[in-house]
């Protein structure tokens, strides 16, 4: 794949990932917890980790994350997003690259990864292991959610394959 391929599916794919992200902020999804939600726009880095440079899928992950945060957020959003988004793009390329990981897995680790991230980020905020006693609901929230974001990529990856 070229350079100027790359550019233009990063586009593609950060454009993709921020009407996703506005899509989720239209869907009323209240389940007692504060900032759990689907993860829409994860799909997207999901898909691009198996079709695209680790490097270029990190570049749409930051752009998405700070756009997002810019246009319809703050910055507490950028930086909860960001960490959450930064630790689950680690643990997803790690895990990617150990034999026996499904995609649906990968991104369900990442899932979980996510909301980790921003635990961490919600007790360095409030000075406190407070937030820790949300970490058992965050957790079956990130697995859920990746399950379903990592099914919704693999159909994804089978279209992308024949694109690419």
Same mark, same amino acid.
């Given at each position: ?84 988004? !930064?630790?689950?793009?680690?643990? $997803?390329? =790690? ?6 990981? *499904?995609? /649906?897995? &990968?991104?369900? +680790? ?18 406190? !292991?407070?937030?820790?006693?949300? $970490?058992? =609901? ?6 859920? *959610?990746? /399950?379903? &974001?990592?099914? +919704? ?12």
């Amino acid at each position: 794949m070229t350079n100027s391929k790359k550019v233009a599916y990063c586009a593609m794919l950060t454009a993709l990932s921020m009407i996703f992200s506005y899509i989720e902020a239209l869907i009323p999804l209240s389940v007692g917890i504060p900032g759990i939600k689907l993860g829409l726009s994860n799909l997207v880095v999901v898909s691009g980790l198996y079709f695209l440079p680790v490097r270029w899928v990190l570049l749409v992950l930051a752009l998405k994350v700070t756009l997002v945060s810019f246009l319809f957020g703050n910055l507490s959003m950028l930086l909860y997003s960001m960490a959450g988004g !930064v630790l689950s793009f680690l643990v $997803m390329t =790690v895990i990617k690259r150990i034999k026996g990981f *499904s995609m /649906i897995g &990968v991104s369900m +680790a990442g899932g979980v990864s996510h909301n980790i991230g921003q635990l961490i980020v919600a007790m360095l905020t409030v000075e406190s !292991v407070a937030p820790l006693s949300y $970490m058992p =609901v965050l957790i079956v929230a990130g697995a859920v *959610s990746g /399950i379903a &974001v990592g099914a +919704a990529a693999y159909r994804v990856r089978k279209l992308i394959g024949r694109v690419v």
